[in-house]
Structure formats: structure tokens, C-alpha cells
């Protein structure tokens, strides 16, 4: 008996393919369970999504049949809105409905954005092309991840057969207005839908109004504010809302989140965010907006308004082979200068900070450096040098001990006050970290500030720009007193950070 041409078979395969996608058109759960290779490779020991995620996907479906979209008259949008704590799933989630929508209805058109342009790029991105490379009909699609291009779009129909990512700054909300899919489905899905601006939000709402039109919005719940907030509460009427606990998902890292619980307290903001997927009770978990972040980016001071002031230079020394050492001169209420160094050894950290202090000398005043661990090395070098240095000890206790439960937080709290006055460059890096560190409350109700650990856990950088930037808050006067600058030619006063 002869062979099948290749060719032939490739054809038939397809068409195979085309009629079981026909089939689970109306059936994300199904696709998801037939469309990937469950318990195969690197998905061994896994049969299928989690509960919640099952539940999500069926009444998306469910919501689909109600709807019998012909193709012609536009149905009312499917919306919803989930919140979740740490490590449930959701990446995975939002890469199964972008390839359930792209698989099963030609010409569909999507947007996907999420808080800050690192977490679009290395985990809702990311996840996307990760499962797309498990995905059975993976051949259909081509996707790039490179930055500012990030795209997934049909082999053939390249420009009416896609799903773009892109980041959610207001300048960007053009590339969200209307995707004109009449005849298909336009979609958008948010991740830590939180911290995205309402305009976005705003945007988006008037790009469903044709076709068959989808919104799926995730994300901790970080804010009793803003539009995310609003599906919960005044618009709970127009969204199917879904609450995931992180002790209730399969997958979730059970210890740490008990260890999270004994840290943070069973009622803090931080376990109700990051473990119950709960708005928190004080507000924001976030510690540093994105707004004030953005605001402080684009903001241009004068010379005249923070030249004759000193200069304090902040140093955090890099801990692990990953992690960065950086310098940052701040003048003022004026981030001057970042320096980025890997794999240096203290003797060269403390090299370079000399380099940068001789460039300014006239005008520091003071080297601010966390001294625990390998910091303490460049500290004595430096102090050795005769230079300005302060050794500061973020686990310390804070002055303002009714507010906060060590320096660190305190520092943080200072740069915080300071960046609705200042102006710092346009850097995402710099962006991420201020806006991504989180904070809950301890048992005396004082703030403590998420560790850097925690946010590698949650994979994301560790926080080696803004702690420099914090650094340079604790030549303030608030918590250093006047002795420990006897040696400085400038008194506290001059060298306060509003100074």
C-alpha cells in the first residue's frame, strides 16, 4: 500500500485540527484539557488546570453559548475580573485564554498590558510563550518577545489575526482604543490590574462595542481605588468576579505563605493581598504609587532649584552573583546619577566610590551606605580614606517608631514623601522597583516593607536602585543626630533631604 504525501497529510492534519478547534469554540476548559500535553515533558505530573482556573474557564464558556454571536450582530462583552494572592496561577491562565481566543475564532484581535513594562515583558509575556510552545496547533503562530514588539500574530494573516502587548502608560492608550474585529473577537486582558491607569481602562471599555468583545482583568488586589477596585464594588453588576486564596490553589507554595502569615499577621494588608487575594484594609499595598513614580519621571526642575544644595550619595552593595551594585548621587530633590556595576568585590566598590567622589567632592556631603554584610567591608575602607561615609543599618529601629518598624521602612518612607517634589529620570528599571515593593503591618501596627527576598520569590528584580536612592534619606536629620556628622563640614540641617 502506498504512502500519503507528505503534503496530503500535513493538509489533512490541519484540517483535523481546524474542526477540533470548531468544536471547543465554545469550550475554554476543553481546550485547555485537549489543546496541551498534560502529564508529557515538562508538564509531567500535571493533569489539567486547578479548580479555580476549571471554574474561570467554564463559565467562560457558559457565557459564550448564552451570547450566540453570529458573526454579524455585536453581543454584550464578557467580563471578568479576578483576584488572587501569590503564585495561583494566573500567568498560566491569561496564556490559555489569549490562545483559546487566537486558535478558535479567525481574525480575533487582542491587547494584553499589565502594571509595569517587567512584569508585561518577563512573566504575562513570558508565560505566553511558554505555553505556546506546548500548544497543539502552535504552527498556526508566530510570536515575538522582543521589547517594544511584543506580538503574537497569525503565519498568514499577520495584521487582522493577532494579540499585541503593550505597556500600559497613558501615552499608550491609543494602541487600546477600538481593534475593529467586527466580525470576530476584540479582547484585552490586564495584568495586576491594579496599578493600570484609568485611562487604559477608559480606553478599553469603548474598544467593546463590536463583535463578540472579551475583558479578563487580574491581578493581587493592591488598592481600595481605581477601576480594578470598582469591579468589585459599584460595577460588580457588570463583571463575574472571582476571589483565588493562595492556601485554596493547588500549585502554591504552602510554606512560604505560612511563613508570610507568621511574619505579617493573619489580618495584616500584606497576607490579605498577597495570600487572600482581599483588598487590603488601610489601603494600598503598594507602597509607592505608580502615579507619584510617573509624575516624579516626567517632572523637569530648574537648575536654580536644586543646584546650591549638597550632594548625598548613596551606595548598595551587590549581595548575590545577580544582584547590582549601585551608586546614586541625589542633589536635592534632583536624582543626578545611577551607576550600575556587577561583579565587583568590595576593595573595587569601594574604588569606584572614590572615582565618583572625587568628581564631586566639593559638593557630598555625605556617602550613605548599608553597612550589614559585605557592605560593611567598602564602609571601613572608605572610613579608613577619611571620607563622609554613613554606615547605616537598615534592620535597626526607626525614630518614628509609632509609624514605622525599622530604618528601612523609614527610609522608604522619606523617599516616598520626597518623590512628590522631585524629578528622576525616565527608567523603567528604576520605575519597577520603586512601584513594585510592597509593605503590610506587624503586630504593634507599625509598616514593614516586603523583603528582597519576597519580591525575587514573586519574580521579580531585587530592589538594588531604590534602596541606593533610599540610602541617601538617612543623611536626614530624623535619623541621624548631629553627632554623628561632627566630622562634616555641613550640619544636618544642610544635608536634610528637603534641604
Not at 82 to 90: A, D, L, R, S, Y
Not at 304 to 330: C, H, N, Q, S, W
Not at 418 to 447: C, H, R, V
Request: contains cysteine.
Amino acid at each position: 500500500m502506498a504512502k500519503r504525501a507528505p503534503k496530503r497529510e500535513a493538509r489533512e492534519l490541519n484540517e483535523q485540527m481546524i474542526d477540533l478547534c470548531a468544536e471547543v469554540y465554545d469550550d475554554p476548559y476543553n481546550f485547555v484539557r485537549v489543546f496541551y500535553r498534560w502529564n508529557e515533558d515538562d508538564l509531567t505530573g500535571f493533569k489539567g488546570p486547578d479548580r479555580w482556573q476549571a471554574n474561570v474557564l467554564k463559565y467562560i464558556g457558559d457565557a459564550v453559548q448564552e451570547r450566540k454571536f453570529d458573526g454579524v450582530n455585536a453581543v454584550d462583552p464578557i467580563r471578568i475580573a479576578v483576584t488572587t494572592g501569590h503564585g495561583t496561577g494566573k500567568s498560566a491562565l491569561t496564556a490559555w485564554l489569549i490562545q483559546w481566543i487566537m486558535s478558535t475564532r479567525p481574525y480575533a484581535k487582542g491587547v494584553v498590558t499589565a502594571n509595569t513594562a517587567p512584569q508585561l515583558e518577563t512573566k504575562t509575556w513570558a508565560e505566553n510563550a511558554k505555553w505556546l510552545k506546548r500548544l497543539l496547533c502552535r504552527e498556526w503562530f508566530e510570536l515575538t518577545s522582543s521589547r517594544g514588539n511584543m506580538r503574537m500574530q497569525h503565519t498568514q494573516h499577520p495584521e487582522t489575526w493577532r494579540c499585541d502587548a503593550q505597556t500600559c502608560r497613558e501615552e499608550n492608550s491609543e494602541s487600546f482604543a477600538g481593534l475593529h474585529a467586527a466580525n470576530s473577537t476584540p479582547f484585552y486582558i490586564f495584568d495586576e490590574s491594579s496599578a493600570i491607569p484609568n485611562a487604559i481602562w477608559e480606553v478599553a471599555e469603548g474598544g467593546l462595542t463590536d463583535g463578540e468583545p472579551m475583558i479578563f482583568v487580574f491581578g493581587n488586589p493592591t488598592r481600595n481605588s481605581g477601576k480594578f477596585f470598582d469591579c468589585f464594588n459599584t460595577q460588580k453588576h457588570r463583571w463575574h468576579t472571582v476571589k483565588v486564596d493562595s492556601r485554596k490553589a493547588a500549585m502554591t507554595n504552602k510554606k512560604q505563605i505560612q511563613e508570610w502569615v507568621e511574619d505579617y499577621g493573619e489580618d495584616s494588608d500584606f497576607v490579605r493581598v498577597r495570600v487572600k487575594g482581599e483588598f487590603p484594609r488601610a489601603g494600598d499595598a503598594q507602597f509607592i504609587s505608580s502615579d507619584v513614580v510617573f509624575h516624579a519621571s516626567q517632572r523637569e526642575l530648574t537648575l536654580r532649584e536644586y543646584a546650591e544644595k549638597p550632594i548625598i550619595m548613596g551606595v548598595d552593595v551587590a549581595r548575590f552573583g545577580e544582584d547590582e551594585t549601585v551608586l546614586v548621587l541625589r542633589q536635592g530633590l534632583k536624582l543626578l546619577k545611577i551607576e550600575r556595576h556587577r561583579g565587583l568585590d568590595t576593595m573595587d566598590v569601594a574604588s569606584k566610590v572614590v572615582d565618583l567622589y572625587k568628581m564631586h567632592q566639593l559638593k557630598i556631603a555625605a556617602i550613605c551606605i548599608d553597612g550589614i554584610g559585605v557592605g560593611a567591608g567598602v564602609v571601613d575602607r572608605l572610613k579608613q580614606l577619611q571620607l563622609p561615609v554613613v554606615d547605616v543599618v537598615v534592620s535597626n529601629t526607626a525614630d518614628d517608631q509609632k509609624q514605622y518598624a525599622n530604618q528601612r521602612a523609614e527610609l522608604w518612607g522619606l523617599m516616598k514623601m520626597w518623590l512628590n517634589s522631585a524629578d528622576i529620570p525616565l527608567d523603567n528599571d528604576l520605575f519597577g522597583q520603586l512601584t513594585s515593593l510592597e509593605y503590610g503591618f506587624n503586630n504593634k501596627m507599625q509598616i514593614i516593607l516586603e523583603k528582597k527576598s519576597d519580591l525575587k520569590k514573586r519574580g521579580l528584580p531585587s530592589s538594588d536602585l531604590a534602596d541606593s536612592l533610599a540610602l541617601t534619606f538617612a543623611s536626614s536629620g530624623i535619623l541621624l543626630p548631629r553627632r554623628r556628622f561632627n566630622n562634616f563640614s555641613l550640619g544636618v540641617k544642610a544635608v536634610a533631604y528637603g534641604a
